[in-house]
């Protein structure tokens, strides 16, 4: 069974920093695109960041340009979402996804993680 498995989440200070890991599993993980999506309460989900099979490509929204980096480990079946200078917006679940790059952009990956908690304290 193919899974996705979030972690790194927790509290931090805004300013401060968080690294989040999505480890995959019972899928061919270098073969699959992969991106990161939050959903704030009440809001909508949003995707942040996007990376290639290999590693090369990367996208981020505008949102966290500059501020988050995402990067790949294929052998280590892992994906990392490196969190820098924190705000209360960035405040979320954050979610990982793996898929070709159709499903990604639509919002429908062949694989979702569960979420991984990330709250910034004033």
């Known amino acids: 069974e193919a899974q996705l498995l979030e972690s790194g989440g927790g509290m931090v200070q805004v300013g401060g920093s968080l690294r989040l890991s999505c480890v995959g599993s019972?899928?061919?993980?270098?073969?699959?695109?992969m991106s990161w999506v939050r959903q704030a309460p009440g809001k909508g989900p949003e995707w942040i960041s996007s990376?290639?099979?290999?590693?090369?490509?990367?996208y981020y929204a505008d949102s966290v340009k500059g501020r988050f980096t995402i990067s790949r480990d294929n052998a280590k079946s892992t994906m990392y979402l490196q969190m820098n200078n924190l705000k209360p917006e960035d405040e979320a679940v954050y979610y990982c996804?793996?898929?070709?790059?159709?499903?990604?952009?639509?919002?429908?990956?062949?694989?979702w993680g569960q979420g991984t908690q990330v709250a910034v304290s004033a």
């Open positions: 996804g793996a898929g070709t790059w159709d499903r990604l952009l639509s919002g429908t990956p062949d694989y």
């Open positions: 019972g899928f061919t993980f270098r073969r699959f695109h």
């Open positions: 990376i290639s099979t290999g590693g090369a490509t990367t």
